[in-house]
């Protein structure tokens, strides 16, 4: 399985941008996806998560009312879409999905950057 970013790029603070990740290989139903970020010297921290059916979402407190996550299992596709972005939201984001095997094994992307200049 590979899970592939697309999307990231440089915007300037207030705009918008949508990521997604494409999952290729031997596909199967993932059970929860997420996305998650990381700048140099922090540790990778959870934007956002959603259940496998879709149904379910979280959001870390600092993107709520301006990410959205969202998923087409049909496509084996994530998409978050970003909203007023930030200066400080500038990081790698990386796609998390969890195998629907047990035991369950955790899958990442190689991530892609998002650049929010001011």
């Known amino acids: 399985v590979q899970l592939v970013e697309s999307g990231g790029g440089l915007v300037q603070a207030g705009d918008s941008l949508r990521l997604s990740c494409a999952a290729s290989g031997n596909t199967f139903r993932f059970n929860a996806m997420g996305w998650y970020r990381q700048t140099p010297g922090k540790q990778r921290e959870l934007v956002a998560r959603i259940s496998s059916g879709g149904g379910i979402t979280n959001y870390a407190d600092s993107v709520k009312g301006r990410f959205t996550i969202s998923r087409d299992n049909a496509k084996n596709t994530m998409y978050l879409q970003m909203n007023t972005l930030k200066t400080e939201e500038t990081a790698v984001y990386y796609c998390?999905?969890?195998?629907?095997?047990?035991?369950?094994?955790?899958?990442w992307g190689q991530g892609t950057q998002v650049t929010v200049s001011s």
């Open positions: 998390n999905a969890v195998s629907g095997t047990w035991p369950p094994t955790n899958y």
